[in-house]
């Protein structure tokens, strides 16, 4: 297994082989996935509050590269990105970024989109169409429909936050938010997969819902339902508290 959680709650799916299982928790490849100035000065112990936001101030500017060859938005120091961008399928909930987006109460913040579904996940082609149609719709949200490595390292680097917010029992363990962290990108995350783990809220990223240790068919299971609207509701109310926190402290700065 491939965190703690993903243990806990395999012990109840599979009690009968349980006993041959152990866990350990995924991690990523630094040399792939950390910018390399700020490993540098992180391991020299000199990086920095002042340093670290020069390094960001070139990793949005790489970033604006980016964006600009799928739409002509423009980024500054001061604009607050964030990004959901993984694989597309339902558990992973695309639905949560999507709904936040069509409320319309973020209009100034430039949402980047990205990931590719399986050619046979039903749900996830339907996301795909839905990304594109918000990307067509609303200047200040990025589809990048070709997600991939590269892309994925100049998001994860550039961005202000990341949207990790699977439904609870289903992610295994989860790496993007581990890929955001290390380049100084918190996350404001659902308690699943190794985010419970990794992520102590309000210290080094923001966590909301419930840590549900059961394996719920989220589809088919009236309980499902209740749990999205409940969870999307606190995920909404994070997302606004990080907007406040992240816009105060620019407006400080400048």
Do not use: C
């Not at 339902?225 to 406040?244: H, L, M, N």
């Amino acid at each position: 297994m491939v965190s703690s959680k993903h243990y806990d709650i395999m012990r109840r799916v599979i009690p009968q082989f349980i006993s041959k299982a152990r866990f350990i928790t995924n991690g990523v490849d630094l040399n792939r996935w950390m910018d390399p100035e700020i490993r540098m000065l992180y391991e020299k112990g000199s990086l920095t509050r002042e340093s670290l936001t020069l390094i960001k101030s070139r990793l949005k500017k790489e970033l604006q590269g980016l964006i600009r060859s799928y739409k002509p938005v423009e980024l500054n120091d001061g604009s607050f990105v964030a990004a959901w961008v993984r694989r597309m399928t339902l558990y992973k909930r695309p639905h949560f970024v999507a709904r936040l987006i069509e409320e319309g109460e973020f209009n100034d913040v430039i949402f980047i989109l990205g990931g590719k579904s399986h050619p046979m996940d039903k749900d996830g082609l339907i996301y795909m169409k839905k990304f594109r149609e918000l990307h067509r719709k609303y200047r200040n949200v990025v589809y990048v429909h070709d997600y991939d490595v590269n892309k994925a390292k100049t998001i994860l680097k550039g961005i202000d936050v990341l949207l990790f917010t699977p439904f609870p029992g289903w992610e295994a363990s989860g790496t993007s938010f581990m890929k955001a962290a290390i380049n100084g990108v918190p996350s404001i995350a659902s308690r699943d997969g190794a985010a419970v783990e990794l992520i102590t809220d309000g210290v080094n990223g923001w966590l909301f819902g419930s840590d549900i240790r059961e394996l719920i068919d989220f589809v088919n299971d009236p309980r499902g339902k209740e749990i999205d609207e409940r969870e999307y509701t606190e995920f909404k109310a994070k997302f606004s508290q990080v907007y406040d926190y992240i816009t105060q402290i620019r407006s400080a700065f400048t």
